[in-house]
């Protein structure tokens, strides 16, 4: 299974474009990028997910390289709501068997 | 729905004692997860679920027990609570196949092993 790597922490202003990067250079050619948070102790939130293209819903945008080695994570006016560890997931799409391997994250801080 | 349910919410232990954790999904779900998060870490799976009579194993298995009789139900066994398993536990559930496969988590059980 592919390992990510993302940082530990960032910093954004409220408003503002947070971008969170996330290498995942051992990836597969059948293996999604998953994308989710979470905040304070919950269980985590799904956010987005992506094979190849990019992608856009209501929360967020993923960019995903050509290689498909590294993506991104775009939120696109960041809120203090949006404080929260961001995890990125590599899981194989195989109708059978998968796993969900979660990093340890990137502790984004929405600063007022 | 009520989505993903786990109980109990906090639980304490002693050394050796044994005891299941619940956890429940009302959306017939195919897949089913736990996962531990110590404090300051990210979220190691345990064991899995593709369906009822079928489990496997994830990065962290040793210490805990799995079943699954009914699509809706994946309690987890501790055999022989020790210290290291202080830790919160978070079951998942997501459908299998093409789509989207979101995990929905649940509220998390808070155990300390004394």
């Known amino acids: 299974d592919a390992k990510t790597t993302q940082p530990p922490s960032m910093d954004c202003a409220e408003g503002r474009a947070a971008n969170l990067p996330c290498n995942h250079s051992?990836?597969?050619?059948?293996?999604?990028v998953y994308w989710y948070r979470q905040i304070h102790s919950q269980g985590p939130q799904y956010i987005i997910h992506?094979?190849?293209n990019n992608e856009t819903n209501e929360m967020a945008s993923l960019i995903i390289t050509e290689d498909r080695k590294s993506s991104t994570l775009i939120l696109p006016h960041a809120t203090l709501r949006d404080t929260a560890v961001y995890y990125c997931?590599?899981?194989?799409?195989?109708?059978?068997?998968?796993?969900?391997?979660f990093g340890t994250g990137t502790r984004l801080k929405v600063l007022a | 729905n009520a989505g993903v349910t786990q109980t109990p919410k906090f639980q304490v232990l002693k050394t050796g004692q044994s005891m299941t954790l619940q956890c429940a999904q009302d959306?017939?779900?195919?897949?089913m997860s736990w996962y531990r998060q110590d404090p300051g870490m990210g979220l190691r799976l345990i064991h899995y679920?593709?369906?009822?009579?079928?489990?496997d194993q994830g990065e962290v298995p040793n210490g805990y027990n799995v079943s699954r009789s009914t699509t809706e139900d994946f309690p987890l066994r501790l055999l022989s609570a020790a210290p290291s398993q202080t830790s919160v536990y978070f079951c998942?559930?997501?459908?299998?196949?093409?789509?989207?496969?979101?995990?929905?988590f649940g509220p998390g059980t808070r155990l300390t092993v004394t």
């Open positions: 998942a559930s997501s459908r299998l196949g093409t789509g989207s496969n979101e995990q929905y």
């Open positions: 051992t990836i597969s050619g059948n293996e999604y």
């Open positions: 992506g094979l190849k």
């Open positions: 997931i590599v899981r194989r799409t195989t109708s059978g068997t998968y796993k969900y391997i």
């Open positions: 959306m017939n779900h195919e897949y």
């Open positions: 679920s593709v369906g009822a009579g079928i489990t």
